[in-house]
């Protein structure tokens, strides 16, 4: 009796292939149906799968041989070195060794991170994000399949210092493109009728026609000199303080105790700030040209006593003080938007 | 007739066969259930394929073709598992048969098995009596690794397919689809339809392969699917899928 399957002719008699091992005749009790797979255990074996293919560097490559293409190819430690150093923009490095299929997704995330770091900066979750994305970058500029030098501390160690040149290079990048155009600053000074309140972030900009400025703007300024430092006897300066302007070159300002009147006509508290220091101090003053009458939120500390002079000193700064325009809401996220003018 | 009802005959005495044998129906042998469960499969019905597979190794147990089959089917129905334990299965009747083999090694491979299905297609590509699907299934495992190699073992398979021929393509495009490589999927796939015009399996694959590639002939291929196959809901929801020019122009420059 001849095998079908590896044509060895066999005894009579035999059930199966003296060489093979094959069936050879054709009434065989065996269950022909197949097991099936139950419906609920797909999802939980398409994870398993996933699972898998990561975890064999992304479909099976694993294991490439060396002679494959040049972009499969073991790496050496220079190399790996000029690879890290175009990876400071993320996934550069794996588009110049065509491999960038392999981290896309990271990359992908990498830039929802940065996004949403743009998104929330100034809060606690933006700096959270910018935490975030700059693990990743460093994650991303040390992934690569053949990195057998790169194992254990030698890759936590490469993975940090990727780490920090990141954060480097993102605040470099964010003072060269942003730092020249816009300034965060958190107010001290609360205006309800242009729903800002004390601690808000507002958003200015640097650039500005100074002719624009205008009574009930809000402004970015460098104070040159604050009543808690005059107390002490020397200058001090904070910069970044966001105030109010009142009255502009050649307008006439008073003060009555607890609101501020321009040009003769009393401007409404709700849109213009007046500042608890002033509380019922009464004082009138004509504006003199290049300076701005501001409602600035002062820390006055301990008991310190000044006069109207000095007060006045305190409201009237030069206009080559001012930083910025502020222009928007930024923080806190429910109110964020644009100051109407 | 039913006065001889009664008459007694010796035992060699066959029974006269049913009316529709005696009017030229098929007889239904294993192979005719194999030929159907084929039919079926490239219909893309897999279930109703696996399901006449069975049937044929019902008539006959030992039908290689019907275990191999079923095995595919149960890889085409994306229950790696099962497969493999059915080609193990399989395997009790016909130890280390390529094809079974070739089978197994598909299924791990698809399951993220890589390590199994290197095995076993090289212990499958090591026999001597090793065919076109034993070629097609070394594609497969390498397809991932090495795209080279992995069309030269499709070249291969296609050079011993004979018969299977129109398979092959058929199989050789949904491979080379799979693994992104959409310009080699569709010639193979064109000839598929060439050689199978009535495979609706094989027009949804060239349907896709046409719309990956943003190519406007797809509808067309899809409808003509749907013509084969009315009630498919997979070609219904990739007709009705929109083919925006931005789609079109992602197609063209990333090749998908």
């Given amino acids: ?59 099976g490559r694993e294991q490439a041989p060396e002679t494959e293409a040049r972009t499969d190819a073991y790496m050496e430690g220079a190399e790996i070195v000029l690879v890290a150093v175009l990876s400071i923009v993320p996934g550069f490095g794996h588009i110049v060794r065509r491999q960038f299929d392999r981290v896309w997704w ?12 743009i998104y929330a900066y100034g809060s606690a979750y933006g700096y959270l994000m910018f935490g975030l994305a700059a693990g990743l970058h460093a994650r991303i500029a040390v992934h690569w399949p053949d990195e057998e030098e790169l194992r254990g501390f030698k890759r936590l160690g490469v993975m940090i210092a990727m780490f920090i040149v990141a954060a480097v290079a993102y605040r470099v990048v964010f003072h060269a493109v942003v730092d020249g155009r816009l300034i965060w600053a958190r107010t001290p000074i609360a205006v309800e009728g242009r729903n800002i309140q004390a601690g808000d972030m507002l958003l200015a900009r640097r650039r500005f026609d100074p002719q624009d400025v205008r009574p009930g703007n809000l402004l970015v300024v460098d104070l040159p000199r604050l009543l808690v430092g005059q107390a002490h006897g020397g200058p001090f300066v904070q910069t970044g303080v966001v105030v109010q302007v009142i009255g502009t070159a050649g ?57 109207n002079r000095i007060a006045l000193q305190a409201c009237l700064i030069d206009e080559s003080n001012v930083k910025g325009i502020v222009f928007m809401r930024w923080l806190p996220f429910s109110r964020r938007g644009y100051l109407a003018e | 007739m039913s006065r001889f009802r009664q008459l007694e005959f010796d035992e060699s005495f066959e029974e006269p066969k049913g009316k529709d044998e005696q009017r030229g129906t098929p007889v239904r042998d294993e192979k005719y259930f194999h030929d159907l469960a084929v039919q079926f499969w490239l219909g893309g019905d897999y279930e109703l394929a696996l399901r006449n597979y069975s049937r044929s190794l019902e008539v006959r147990a030992t039908f290689l073709e019907g275990w191999s089959g079923q095995v595919r089917m149960l890889i085409e129905l994306g229950e790696y598992a099962e497969a493999r334990k059915w080609a193990d299965k399989a395997m009790d009747l016909f130890p280390e048969h390529p094809d079974l083999l070739a089978a197994k090694a598909v299924a791990a491979a698809r399951d993220a098995m890589w390590q199994d299905a290197m095995a076993c297609s090289d212990a499958a590509i090591g026999k001597p009596n090793a065919g076109a699907r034993v070629w097609m299934s070394r594609a497969e495992v390498l397809s991932l690794r090495n795209r080279a190699v992995a069309e030269t073992c499709i070249t291969n398979a296609l050079s011993m397919a004979g018969a299977l021929k129109p398979f092959i393509h058929l199989e050789s495009g949904r491979l080379l689809m799979r693994t992104g490589n959409y310009y080699a999927a569709i010639e193979h796939l064109n000839l598929a339809v060439r050689l199978l015009p009535r495979s609706a399996l094989a027009w949804l694959e060239l349907g896709k392969c046409q719309m990956a590639l943003g190519r406007d002939e797809a509808n067309v291929t899809l409808e003509q699917c749907l013509r084969l196959r009315p009630d498919w809901d997979e070609a219904r929801i990739m007709i009705g899928r929109p083919q925006g020019w931005l789609r079109r122009l992602r197609a063209r420059i990333f090749g998908r």
């Fill in chain 1, 1 to 59: 009796m001849q095998c079908r399957q590896c044509k060895f002719e066999n005894m009579p008699g035999l059930d199966r292939c003296f060489q093979c091992g094959a069936v050879l005749k054709d009434e065989v009790a065996v269950d022909v149906h197949p097991p099936r797979m139950p419906g609920w255990q797909a999802p939980l074996r398409n994870v398993g799968r996933w699972v898998r293919t990561r975890r064999a560097g992304g479909a």
């Fill in chain 1, 106 to 117: 990271q990359v992908l995330l990498w830039m929802v991170l940065a996004g949403m770091a």
């Fill in chain 1, 251 to 307: 307008d006439t300002v008073e003060v009555h105790g607890n609101s501020f009147s321009l040009n003769g006509s009393e401007l409404d508290i709700a849109q213009y700030a007046y500042p608890a220091w002033l509380q019922g101090r009464e004082m009138s003053t004509v504006v003199p040209m290049g300076r701005l009458f501001i409602s600035a939120e002062y820390q006055v500390r301990g008991n310190v006593e000044f006069d």
